[in-house]
């Protein structure tokens, strides 16, 4: 079993509607959190960074984490064409330890 | 400005070649990582460092070799042991502060390595 799962989609959604992406982890010993966006051919570029469980709001962008269930979330409000990419979730230790990725998932926004 | 830089962004192997990533950073970050990504999947770990002059197996190890001489570098080598080398390969480094807090990390731009 993977640490990290996120499912790979495609997940296409019409322009202005809210993408809804999520991870799940095994490693409670994980308690940093990040979002990505990799465009194609791209390094992944970072979107959202979070610590602590709860709500992190940046634009339209809005990052959840959940460390009871190990379950973390990520939303796109609005969405719009150029949103279209594969978004990864990563998560490390507080023991210093492996920077671990789920396998992104591919979003389409059709205009 | 701060980042990491990856070169080349292209590089082409003859078969039972060994060929080096260059990955540099001056971000002052301690830890820095090796991925392998192929179409379609997500980031596979290849190697990281935590500090210079220590770093560990990921989990795709086989066929490649790093070294951390220097805080500020991580060159990968591909050598003729992988099989199968031609991906996209990602640098990325992360800075532990004294706290033992993580920071969010950071990604090269890429290269991208055929086999030819």
């Known amino acids: 079993q993977k640490e990290v799962e996120q499912d790979p989609g495609p997940l296409s959604v019409p322009e202005g509607a809210i993408v809804s992406l999520n991870c799940t982890y095994s490693n409670s010993a994980f308690q940093y959190f990040m979002w990505y966006r990799q465009y194609s051919r791209k390094g992944p570029e970072l979107l959202m960074y979070?610590?602590?469980?709860g709500n992190k709001e940046d634009g339209r962008f809005t990052a959840q984490v959940d460390k009871s269930s190990k379950y973390i979330s990520l939303f796109i409000r609005d969405s719009q064409p150029s949103d279209s990419a594969t978004y990864l979730c990563?998560?490390?230790?507080?023991?210093?330890?492996?920077?671990?990725f789920g396998a992104g998932t591919q979003v389409v926004v059709t205009p | 400005d701060g980042g990491i830089t990856q070169s080349p962004k292209y590089l082409f192997r003859k078969e039972g070649q060994n060929v080096t990533l260059s990955c540099e950073q001056n971000?002052?970050?301690?830890?820095m990582y090796w991925y392998r990504q192929d179409p379609g999947q997500g980031l596979r770990l290849i190697y990281y460092?935590?500090?210079?002059?220590?770093?560990q197996k990921g989990d795709i190890a086989e066929g490649y070799s790093v070294s951390r001489e220097k805080k500020e570098s991580f060159p990968l080598t591909v050598t003729s042991a992988q099989k199968n080398p031609t991906a996209f390969y990602l640098c990325?480094?992360?800075?532990?502060?004294?706290?033992?807090?993580?920071?969010?990390?950071?990604f090269g731009q890429g290269t991208r390595l055929t086999v030819v």
């Open positions: 971000l002052n970050h301690d830890a």
């Open positions: 979070t610590y602590s469980s």
């Open positions: 990563a998560m490390i230790s507080d023991s210093w330890g492996k920077l671990q």
């Open positions: 990325a480094s992360t800075h532990q502060s004294k706290t033992g807090i993580n920071t969010e990390a950071f």
């Open positions: 460092s935590q500090i210079v002059n220590d770093f």
